[in-house]
């Protein structure tokens, strides 16, 4: 990914992007969420939504801890970064604690985002 992050990245799951990205469709726009590893550029789906708010990122998380592509990972310490949710970076803390962190980086995962529909993973309209 053409993203440079503050610290150099070594292995799958130690930087997680979680990105809601707007797509469009005949019934208005749906979020589609997925999480997407740095080093590896694995991509998981976590699926459509109506919302993209707090409620949600806290499910979406919670969706991405249980993945076992994603939870192996995460006996080492691991960055989940995420585009919104500062108000509720305790809750999301409580979660990922002990070997957690997370970044809030609206700009870095808008550009992951990006990437994938220029590399053709996602296609949008």
Known sequence: ?????MEKIKRPGQ??????????????QVFLYMAID???EFVMDLGFE???NEEMLIQ???????D????????????????VGEEIEQ???????????IIFDEKATLKVADTL???GFLKQS
């Open 50 to 52: 109506e919302v993209l």
């Open 38 to 40: 740095h080093y590896s």
């Open 117 to 119: 529909v220029k590399m």
């Open 15 to 28: 930087l997680t992007y979680l990105a809601a990205i707007p797509m469009p469709t005949s019934e208005g």
């Open 60 to 66: 979406k998380i919670k969706q991405l801890l249980q």
């Open 91 to 101: 809750e999301i803390n409580q979660l990922i604690k002990p070997k957690g962190n």
């Open 68 to 83: 076992p592509n994603f939870k192996k990972h995460t006996q080492k310490m691991f960055t989940i970064m995420l585009p």
């Open 1 to 5: 990914l053409n993203i440079k992050p």
